[in-house]
């Protein structure tokens, strides 16, 4: 079945860091992908996808490619701040009525 | 984007009662919700699937009888969590797909269920 392998956190960065999250999918077919950010004590919330290869998904400084030969959507952003400290979560979906398949989440943490 | 509310955000209660929770999408009619479970510091793992006006498909080693889904209306659906127990206390999280078909799910803030 289709999986979602994350990179294990917790990850903690300065602020202003350089932060990657690495994400690669196992799927039958041609997936959508997405980030998902999870603050504390909150539900989660789509922060960026792509649909199709190629595809770069961007919100807040955030980005990530949808790369098809390397099955991968890793997470990026330039400069990160304390405010970004959340859970973020990789997932996919084959088609738009089907459950989200979610990876184990990475926690970021950033210290001033 | 569309919303997805879901009530009550916290609920404790003591063992054996049954509690529900709603999930209900305020702008947009979701033919299928989904519930989540989310342990700390973990994943979220899928519960089972809900249809308007069908059963609800669960997800194998989720009790049926425990969990209890109802999606009477393309707006609305319950989760009831029947004979609490400790070990049922968690995070429950509802997402219903939305009209684009785009596979973007969109999530309820919640429910934090705690079982004395």
């Known amino acids: 079945g289709d999986s979602v392998t994350q990179m294990e956190g917790p990850v903690t960065l300065s602020e202003e860091a350089f932060l990657t999250i690495n994400c690669t999918y196992t799927?039958?077919?041609?997936?959508?992908l997405f980030w998902y950010v999870q603050y504390p004590g909150e539900g989660l919330q789509l922060l960026l996808k792509?649909?199709?290869?190629?595809d770069k998904g961007s919100n807040k400084g955030f980005e990530a490619t949808y790369r098809k030969e390397t099955t991968s959507f890793h997470l990026e952003k330039g400069s990160v701040q304390v405010s970004d400290s959340a859970v973020y979560f990789c997932?996919?979906?084959?088609?738009?009525?089907?459950?989200?398949?979610f990876g184990k989440g990475t926690r970021l943490s950033v210290i001033a | 984007g569309a919303v997805v509310s879901q009530h009550p955000s916290w609920v404790i209660c003591k063992s054996g009662t049954s509690v529900k929770i709603e999930c209900r999408s305020l702008?947009?009619?979701?033919?299928?919700m989904f519930w989540y479970r989310q342990f700390p510091k973990q994943s979220l793992m899928l519960m089972a699937t809900?249809?308007?006006?069908?059963?609800?498909?669960?997800e194998q080693g989720v009790e049926k009888d425990k969990f209890l889904i109802n999606h009477a209306s393309l707006t609305l659906s319950t989760l009831t969590v029947t004979s609490a127990h400790p070990e049922d206390s968690s995070f429950y999280i509802c997402?219903?797909?939305?009209?684009?078909?785009?596979?973007?799910?969109?999530f309820g803030e919640g429910s934090r269920l705690t079982v004395l």
């Open positions: 702008d947009f009619q979701a033919t299928t």
């Open positions: 799927a039958t077919g041609y997936p959508s």
């Open positions: 809900s249809n308007e006006g069908s059963k609800a498909t669960y």
């Open positions: 997402s219903a797909a939305g009209s684009a078909n785009t596979g973007e799910l969109f």
């Open positions: 792509a649909t199709k290869a190629d």
């Open positions: 997932a996919l979906t084959d088609s738009g009525n089907t459950p989200l398949v």
